[in-house]
């Protein structure tokens, strides 16, 4: 018998390996940001005692670099320090959809919504509707990767097919979500939340655009099913060969009782009821969510700035009637109890909020965001690069930095402020940098151990064979990255050639108005 101790291991496993050492050496992504902010303050000082500075190409001012540790600056952080938390575009949008999301979670709307999903699924087309419902579950949140998985793993089990098969589709498609989901939702407040201060940067009037990549990311999703399912079917369930399943392992995941069929019939029929006063606001005659002074698209933009409001009607709505409906809300008390749950759970992100704004302000005040996007945009045009590799550039950068930190909020935090503004002068859309970026993070980092919820699945293997490990997990996701990956790059470089629009009133190019670059 070989002696697996003295066996190499495989050239992929020791370099994955090493990454992870390198990763679990990292601090969490708030500190991270914090040596950011040290490094950005040394930056600025040194920057502006050798007089740094880029001419506006829009209006031909002259940008220095100013010290963070001026006077003015420093009164500024202190003074302004409530004022930049708080409009820090993202916490609002996230936290008032994860109002109600949390809410629709914590009764079991979307638990009990996702069960039915993969019930309905016939076998033969149980891989892509796992697949799917996993590219929907961004909707969701991080409740995706704790509700499908597992369940993903019963249906598969309940088949005859290899459960672990049915993880790796599910954790393919919940991280795929984040570039494919066909549904905006809150992660799209998220990251284009995070990409409207960087666009401010150059535009100082420029505003999110929630269902700027709704096109885009609808399309990732057409092309990412397919693709997932090949691998799936074709390659990873195959290699892990037939599935003999232990005698006390479950077969079947537990039937929708009566009163939980019937919440969902009368959630479904509120949410429809949502959804048509939301048309009503925008189609109906004076509609308040159209602006009837405006010409073309931009007549459309308060029906899209309302969309988070929309999507906290929406969830809050739908999980109140279903709540009522099973009896896990009895009164007012519980109402105000859930949502309060659900904000507690999301106080990991105020905390890493607060340092992202901070970082974002205080790299606006520096000026070094404008003054590096102007020279890295002279050195992007002298190049002579077509917009399109650079997309496609932009997402194999992403990709790699997935394999250091998993966080893609904390990714786009720091390089939003760059990039965003850097491709913006050189005439692409902070919707197209936004989408590109999308793309390259949702790919490699279903493979990544650094990945949060990279452990979430490995336990979750585990459940059905104890003795997988983590180069067993990574070895089942690489074939996903490598297939994903190829496939997304390729739609990102055509999407950029064909000038395709992003999403209503979001196209690929960026025209900057007179004047326009923030100071």
Known sequence: MTDSATTPKPLIYRILDAIERLGDKLPDPVFIFAWFIGALVLASVVCAALGVSAVNPIDGELLEAESLLAG?????????????????????YVLLIMLGAGLAERVGLLPAAL????????????????????????????????????????????AGRHPIAGIAAAFAGVVGSFAGNPLPGQFDALILGLTEPAARLIDKGWTANL?????????????????AWFVTDRIVEPRLGPWTPAPDQ??????????????????????????????????????????????GPARWTPFFRSLVAG??????????????????????????????????????????????????????????????????????????????????????????????????????????PVLVPMLMLVGVSPE??????????S???????????????????QR???????????SAMLPYSAAMMAAGVLMTGLWAAFELPLGPAAGVHYTPPTGSLAP
């Open 72 to 92: 003015e600056n420093v009164r500024q952080l202190l003074v302004e320090m409530p004022k930049t938390l708080t409009g820090f575009a993202p916490l609002g």
């Open 115 to 158: 069960r039915v999903l993969i019930g309905a699924a016939p076998k033969r087309l149980l891989t892509p509707m796992v697949i799917f419902i996993g590219l929907l579950a961004n909707q969701a949140a991080d409740s995706g990767f704790v509700i499908l998985l597992p369940l993903a793993g019963v249906a598969f089990a309940a």
């Open 211 to 227: 269902v700027g990549n709704w096109f885009f990311t609808a399309a990732g999703s057409v092309i990412f099913v397919p693709v």
């Open 250 to 295: 479950a077969q079947l995941a537990a039937p929708l009782e009566a009163t939980e069929r019937r919440g969902l019939w009368i959630a479904g029929l509120v949410a429809l009821a949502v959804m048509a006063t939301w048309a009503a606001l925008a189609l109906a005659p004076g509609a308040p969510l159209v602006d009837g002074e405006a010409a």
């Open 311 to 416: 999507f906290f009607v929406l969830f809050l709505s739908s999980g109140l009637a279903y709540g009522l409906a099973v009896g896990v809300i009895r009164s007012d008390k519980d109402v105000v109890r859930l949502c309060a749950d659900s904000m507690a759970a999301m106080s990991p992100y105020i905390v890493l909020a607060f340092a992202a704004a901070h970082f974002i302000a205080m790299f606006n005040w520096s000026n070094l965001g404008a003054i590096t996007a102007i020279h890295g945009a002279e050195a992007l045009r002298e190049s002579g690069l077509p917009v399109p590799v650079l997309l496609m550039g932009l997402v194999l950068l992403t990709a790699g930095l997935d394999m250091l930190i998993g966080s893609a909020s904390a990714k786009w935090a720091a390089l939003a």
């Open 432 to 441: 197209m940098t936004t989408a590109a970026y999308r793309m390259g993070d």
């Open 443 to 461: 790919t490699v980092n279903m493979a990544s151990p650094l990945m949060p919820y990279f452990g979430l699945g490995l336990a979750f293997c």
């Open 464 to 474: 059905w064979k104890p003795d997988f490990g983590v180069g067993g997990l990574i």
